[in-house]
């Protein structure tokens, strides 16, 4: 979950310089959103991240445009500054939803957000490099990330993430409590266990398909895999590509792929990115849950999505949000987002053509 916050301050109870948006009461000044903006902007590794984010919620149909203006030095492209005030009023909403429900934003909730959010922005990492090829992108991995951000800034992104964690959970009915998750753990095991596979990588969908058949005719997996299999390195050792923690980046796209298998049986051709493989579960060890509390609260905040998705509309319909006019126009009916400001009229204009 995509989390950037600015820091706030209640309106009214103090003086304040002027505002760049205000959500139910709550502003956000222009200075504080011009030092989240510099922030971003001297920040490569997280500007990266955020273009990154983009492109993973949108299956890579949609990136960021750059933060900077074309004006004078020191300028920001209102299209980002929409963007940021866009996330920057989710998530205001996102605290409001979390207050109104009584939700308690201790302590313990905000090192666990702390802790959520470096393991959001490596699994964001991972998805893209994923998608690139490559073996990483942006930075190593969220917590190297964090570490380079000002203690303020990631103060606030603590604080929407753990907000948004508790959305999510009590939308699902779990509490972030070791008793309430335990609980979850235990209805839920399978969705934990360790799961160690082979594999064969092909070109394409017709030869997997062939060798699936010389395996059912009687190839053993290693031998098809050392004679056809495109990953050099796992056709080395017979197919073995390991085994994936429920707490691993990458296990929720083996467990989609291992679905129904059963030990020792073959998949169909699986479509990998263009390439086509043929998965072959070699044992399931079931987990303890002291090793996957992380992939139980992940768990538990993927239960409650979609309730507090449908919450979180309902709020931002009914919100009253006020954005400084030079930034754009607030326009909440399909969702949380900030429209660019209207330019004038030609007509209006004392040089139209300059």
Known sequence: ???????????????????????????????????????INQNPAFGCYLDASVAVRSDNQAGLPSITGTGSSGTYSTAYVDFWLSEVVNNLLVQHLAASEHLALDATALSAGRTDLANSITSTLESAAAASGQSTVCAAN???????????????????QAAGD????????????????????????????????NAIQTATEATATQVRASIEAGQSFAAA?????????SAAAGGAVGCYSANEGAY????????????????QPVDDNGSFLLVQV???????FDAVIPAVRQAVFNAGATK????????TKSAQVSIDPRYGNWDGRSGVGVAPPLSPPAADLLNAKA
């Open 225 to 233: 895999a050392m004679a056809d299999s495109t990953d050099t390195t």
């Open 1 to 39: 979950m995509l989390v950037v916050v600015a820091a706030i301050v209640v309106a009214g109870a103090f003086s304040v310089p002027a505002t760049a948006v205000t959500v139910d009461g709550v502003s956000v000044s222009r200075a504080t959103l011009n030092a989240d903006l510099a922030t």
């Open 252 to 267: 929720a796209t083996v467990a989609t792929d291992t679905k129904g298998l059963a030990v020792g049986e073959v998949s």
């Open 142 to 160: 969220g917590q190297s990330l964090i570490a380079t951000l000002p203690g303020p800034f990631v103060a606030q992104l603590a604080l929407g």
């Open 282 to 288: 070699t044992s399931y060890t079931p987990a303890v």
């Open 166 to 197: 508790l959305v999510l959970a009590h939308a699902a009915g779990y509490g972030l409590g070791t008793v309430q998750l335990s609980s979850y753990f235990a209805l839920h095991t399978n969705q934990f266990r360790t799961i160690c596979l």
């Open 308 to 315: 507090a998705s449908g919450e979180l509309s309902k709020l």
